[in-house]
Nanobody
Framework: QVQLVESGGGLVQTGGSLRLSCAAS????????MGWFRQAPGKEREFVAA????????YYADSVKGRFTISRDNAKNTVYLQMNSLKPEDTAVYYC?????????????????WGQGTQVTVSS
């Protein structure tokens, strides 16, 4: 089992920045690829960003490319999502997730463990 706890969400104005953190406990963190997903009211959960177990590969949704950066610190069992130039359409509950799969990091059904989510609200 892997337990994931997100933090860092909040209310920010358009153009602002937030850094989300996801702390993992349980099984060996560095064995897992990690992803961030989000779900806005009335919409399906969508992929945001992912990072391989080593941190050597990162993947982004087109909607956040160039604005968001995913990183991980395996010594701290933590994955981060730095979000810059935020837009109202980024408003959603953000979830981190862990996968033992080396492929398909952009697909939510590849993930084994999920956090409870943290709310991000971007005001216009």
């Amino acid at each position: 089992q892997v337990q994931l706890v997100e933090s860092g969400g909040g209310l920010v104005q358009t153009g602002g920045s937030l850094r989300l953190s996801c702390a993992a406990s349980g099984r060996t963190f560095r064995n897992y690829g990690m992803g961030w997903f989000r779900q806005a009211p009335g919409k399906e959960r969508e992929f945001v960003a992912a990072i391989s177990w080593s941190g050597g590969s990162t993947y982004y949704a087109d909607s956040v490319k160039g604005r968001f950066t995913i990183s991980r610190d395996n010594a701290k069992n933590t994955v981060y999502l730095q979000m810059n130039s935020l837009k109202p359409e980024d408003t959603a509950v953000y979830y981190c997730a862990a996968t033992s799969s080396a492929h398909g990091l952009g697909k939510s059904n590849e993930y084994d463990y999920w956090g409870q989510g943290t709310q991000v609200t971007v005001s216009s």
